[in-house]
Nanobody, 125 residues
Framework: QLQLVESGGGLVQPGGSLKLSCAAS????????IGWFRQAPGKPREGVAS???????NNEHSVNGRFTISRDNAKRTAYLQMNSLKPEDTATYYC???????????????????WGQGTQVTVSS
């Protein structure tokens, strides 16, 4: 069984930065698709960024140029560097791991079997 623990959320002013981490335990994640998702109150969970087992990255269009997903397989950890944050980025952020190496729909929540508990990100002045 894979367990995922997110950290790094918090309160930040507009234009600021945060780096989220997702630590995995249970089995290696080297060959697995990893995604970051977010969910704001009253809204559906949406995919933000993903990275395949081979390192291919996909971003949701609103975060292009601002968010960067990465992974350190040796540490079994994934990251989401978030820059130029906006109030509309406020949400609970979740990391997820798929049993797949790659997906044609990597930002679809249905591609992922394992989920973390989430970390809150609030962007406000």
């Amino acid at each position: 069984q894979l367990q995922l623990v997110e950290s790094g959320g918090g309160l930040v002013q507009p234009g600021g930065s945060l780096k989220l981490s997702c630590a995995a335990s249970g089995f290696p994640i080297d060959d697995h698709l990893i995604g970051w998702f977010r969910q704001a109150p009253g809204k559906p969970r949406e995919g933000v960024a993903s990275i395949s087992g081979g390192g291919e990255v996909n971003n949701e269009h609103s975060v292009n140029g601002r968010f960067t997903i990465s992974r350190d397989n040796a540490k079994r950890t994934a990251y989401l560097q978030m820059n130029s944050l906006k109030p509309e980025d406020t949400a609970t952020y979740y990391c997820a791991v798929s049993l797949k190496y790659y997906s044609d729909s990597p930002l679809s929540r249905w591609e992922y079997e394992y989920w973390g508990q989430g970390t809150q990100v609030t962007v406000s002045s």
